[in-house]
């Protein structure tokens, strides 16, 4: 089975598991395991954090392990963190379980971008890894519908039902995962050889940390634009869902298509700031939504805005994989995609915060600074890419 294909079943597993838990993990928590919100919220923002630890701490495991068993152990304990949810009832069984759960997550996203980064070449990675977020987007549209019968029926046992379905679907991913010692040039359980530090690489570590500003948009969507829409414009509550479902089609559509403009480390560059230029129309496109005005006029706006967040979205993904790729030494792929994954992950953890004290809190002034925030990042980027700077750094 090829490599493609072998992530590819994984991914239907794990992204299905994924969305079952977006949508039912809140009030699993509060109604079955009697969690109070605050709770809750504090116990998944400590696991947040050492999520960004097992992301970095991934990347030498792989390096050292190979990529394969690492997954392979880090699926089993994210299986048996989720099955654990059920028989969690206290504030410090919750924050330990779910730090397992999301460190467990944090691992296997790493490994994934290490084995892509062994087992592909040159544009191969990026097209790879554009397809399997179009597999990762559709199925946890998947596991949000099964979600929704259980939110329908709404009984403890459904709930339980749902985590154990997630955990199974999880434990699934492991089947194929298992064919990958068998591939030639796949990385299997093959250690990488010794290379450099990525801490000690600026360039790199400049390349990761303006990224991160840019992954903030993720949190925008799902956490700013909906507070946005539902507190301060004229569209109806259900426009929130309607705009998330159009932001998963347009990447579902077009991540791959997205690959076609980036084939080296400039044009790499040229993507992740056209990409936050549509990010700062986004912004603007959301300020103008809470504007007075007809609801008809209010959903267009923010129509406009989803469309321009969805295409900077998918092309500061493409450009961004690509300088992940191409700026890690080959020697220690898996240390290089830690810090690269570790560096999202530490973008979103602060994303909330950022969204919310900016764009919601002030309105236009504040949409406009997030937007020139992306920007500046954008512009950052393109002259780190640049061919001269490049090759001096």
Known sequence: M????????ATVATS??????????ALFFTTVAGLSPATVGVGLTVAGAGGVVTAFAAGRLCD????????LVAATAQAGALAAYCLTGDAATFVLVASVAVGAESVQ???????????????DRVGVRAWLRVVDNVSIAAGSGLAAVVLVVGTRTAYVTAVLLAAVLILLALVPLRALPALSGGGGDRPAEVGRSPLGDRRYLTATALHAVVSMQFLLLTVGMPLWVTGHTSAPDVTVALLLLLNTALVSFLQVWSTRLVTDVPSAGRAVLLGTVLLLVACLGYAAAGYPGGAGLTTALLVAAVVAHSLGEIVTETGGWELAFEWADPAASGAYQGVSQAGVAIGRAVAPVVVTSTAVAFGLPGWLLLGGVFVAAGAATRALARPALSRSC
């Open 109 to 123: 996203r790493t490994a994934h971008v290490a084995l892509l980064a062994r087992a592909f070449t040159g544009p």
């Open 16 to 25: 299905t598991a994924k969305g079952v838990m977006f949508s039912v993990s």
């Open 2 to 9: 090829p490599v493609k294909q072998v992530l590819t079943w």
């Open 64 to 71: 050292r392990f190979g990529p394969r068993r690492v997954l």
